[in-house]
């Protein structure tokens, strides 16, 4: 049975995901669409299907069974209700939005038409998250600190608050997702973030440096540093219980305890497995190697955004 696909937004992210498709025997492009005309024509070119510059005309017009949702955090729209309402499954790159009631809308549509969902949180595909999951499994974590400390992105809309959300949700999320994976529902977020030294650049108004704790409701407690200072990148999470702890660094993992020092590095590429599991999940109806459906990305949406008010309003925020 082929699976057909149709992707709105074709830029950076999209084309990861275009290729792979290629990799599926069962994954037909059908449409593509892009309010840059050229970037839809490029991408059909390149992938074929048909080029769309109006969303609405692409879903009335082709019968599709899932849609690759690659629009910047902004442009979300009412995409996921549209496809909801026509039962089209949804792959939706991570942050799923920038207004948290809306999300939370969505993600009651969504539940309501029983459409399978996945987002772009790739870190939870990688055999090293899953091989740290299962050294925690009967162990008891008391502190997770993560870090993402990493280049300025060039992309314009990346350095404007209402259309990315600043670093934090909009990349940062990735981090913030994982110490999620890891330690569980987030009870309450207290940040302290600044635009302290890229006020050169044209255009920019987001924090470049934040430093967030985090309650998690078991009590585990938790520590971010996010900033796009620096002349390379890091990223990971640290995760810390009594005579052990779990280091992830970027693709590397050390577990270190009282009996063994493990050091292992990844050769997976999380983008491949996080879209065969969503596209395997259409064809057999079985949801569970999707790894990140549409509420565990919402509800690491919300610990961002609650930071981003918690720096503004300078007071924690309980989350709900
Ligand atoms: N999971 C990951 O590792 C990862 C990596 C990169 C980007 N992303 C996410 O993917 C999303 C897109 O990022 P990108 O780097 O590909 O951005 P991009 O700017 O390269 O591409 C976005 C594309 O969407 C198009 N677009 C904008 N509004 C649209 C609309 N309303 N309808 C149709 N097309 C529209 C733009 O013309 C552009 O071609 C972002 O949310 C980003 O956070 C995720």
């Known amino acids: 049975m082929t699976t057909r696909i149709g992707f709105i937004g074709v830029g950076g992210i999209a084309q990861v995901h275009l290729k792979n498709l290629q990799l599926s025997e069962t994954a037909e492009l059908v449409a593509v669409c892009d309010v840059n005309a050229e970037a839809a024509n490029r991408a059909v070119e390149k992938f074929g299907g048909v080029a769309y510059t109006d969303f609405n ?43 948290m009631d809306r999300v939370r809308e969505k993600a009651r549509i969504i539940a309501e038409s029983g459409i399978i969902t996945g987002t772009g949180y790739c870190l939870r595909y990688l055999d090293i998250v899953q091989e740290a999951k299962t050294y925690l499994l009967d162990r008891t974590i008391a502190m997770i600190n993560g870090y993402y400390l990493t280049r300025f992105v060039t992309t314009p809309w990346w350095r404007v608050m209402a259309k990315s959300g600043g670093q934090l949700v909009e990349q940062t999320t990735h981090t913030v997702d994982l110490m999620r994976y890891f330690a569980g529902d987030v009870k309450s977020v207290y940040a302290n973030m600044s635009l302290h030294l890229s006020q050169d650049i044209e255009g920019l108004d987001i924090y470049d440096v934040g430093s967030i704790n985090l309650s998690f409701t078991s009590g585990v407690v938790g520590h971010v540093a996010t900033t796009f200072i620096q002349p390379d990148h890091r990223s990971g999470v640290e995760i810390l219980g009594r005579d052990f702890r779990v280091h992830i ?30 596209l395997d999940a259409i064809r057999t109806g079985d949801r569970s190697k999707i790894l990140a459906p549409y509420e565990e990305g919402m509800k690491t949406l919300a610990v961002t955004l609650a930071a981003n008010e918690s720096a503004a309003t300078a007071s924690p925020i309980v989350l709900r």
């Open 249 to 278: 660094d970027g693709s590397t993992l050390t577990i270190i305890d009282h009996e063994k020092t493990i050091t292992k590095k990844t050769k997976h590429d999380f983008y491949k497995e996080q879209d065969l599991a969503f």
């Open 57 to 99: 005309q692409m879903i009335s017009n082709e019968l599709l069974d899932a849609l690759f949702v690659c629009v910047p955090p902004f442009a979300h729209g009412d995409i996921e209700e549209k496809a909801a309402a026509r039962s089209v499954h949804l792959f939706i790159e991570k942050p799923l939005g920038l207004d």
